[in-house]
């Protein structure tokens, strides 16, 4: 069941996301080699908090912290340890708050240091992926045309995407229908109509798209052990143009010139 969210509900959805997008933005500040996971996920827990609103996956299906935290081969769902970054990692970090009862989502993919060519080149293409499947998130296009925008740039640029694990509808619950896969066909899927929110989040992997989930139940990794690069919005459909209701722009401002 998919719900349409009213104009009064997308500005709360928007209140959610944005206070995403400033965590992430306080969170760039502070990675460097160095810092522990663990460090970062209490970091994001106190802004939350200090903001009014809840972690939104503290808890969520049995999660044990504030934030998804992803490095290297990780794809999506790593929990926050005493692992310290070193020069060269890239780190996937997804957060969720919850405010006024409305959720935000949204994630990002960071370099520690100086990261290999090619493993930007990854990061770099996901990002655009990601914007391109926005472009496709308007009223009266279909599911698998943002999926199939996604597929068909990181393919062509000779990476593959993760399958098992895809987007999905964003409301008073932090998952809701529909799936939005990062992979399929052109006009096929649920028709987008306005006051949707969707968060579009492409999992991209280096190497081949296999992934194994590891013994502790979350984490999820590529098989061979490539690196993996996620970047995600939540955005509401209207008619023409997306509503991108997350932001980065607070990350850019911290990064400048070392954006992606
Ligand atoms: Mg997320
Ligand atoms: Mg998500």
Request: glycine share 12%.
């Amino acid at each position: 069941m998919i719900y349409l969210k009213t104009d009064e509900e997308i500005e709360l959805l928007r209140e959610s996301n944005l206070l995403v997008g400033m965590t992430l933005g306080e969170l760039a500040k502070w990675i460097a080699p160095g810092i522990t996971t663990l460090k970062l996920d209490k970091i994001a827990e106190e802004f939350i908090r200090d903001h009014g609103a809840v972690p939104g996956f503290l808890g969520y299906g049995g999660f044990p912290n504030t934030l998804c935290i992803s490095v290297n081969e990780q794809i999506v769902h790593g929990i926050p340890s005493n692992y310290e970054l070193k020069d060269g990692d890239v780190v996937s970090i997804d957060c969720g708050t919850l405010k006024n009862g409305f959720n935000g989502d949204s994630a990002y993919t960071f370099c520690v240091g100086e990261v290999a060519y090619e493993v930007r080149r990854l990061l770099k293409t996901t990002k655009e992926s990601l914007y391109l499947g926005i472009e496709q998130a308007v009223e009266g296009k279909r599911i698998g045309d943002i999926s199939n925008a996604i597929q068909t740039y990181c393919e062509k640029k000779g990476f593959s995407v993760v399958r098992e694990l895809c987007g999905h509808g964003v409301g008073k619950r932090l998952h809701e229908d529909p799936e939005v896969p990062n992979y399929g066909r052109r006009g096929c899927g649920p028709l987008l109509k306005n006051g949707m929110v969707i968060a579009i989040e492409p999992m991209i992997n280096l190497g081949s798209r296999n992934i194994v989930i590891e013994r502790d139940g979350w984490t999820t990794r590529t098989r061979d052990r490539k690196p993996s690069a996620h970047f995600e919005h939540t955005v509401a459909i209207r008619e023409g143009k997306a509503d991108i209701l997350s932001s980065f722009k607070y990350v850019e401002e911290v990064l400048g010139e070392k954006s992606i």
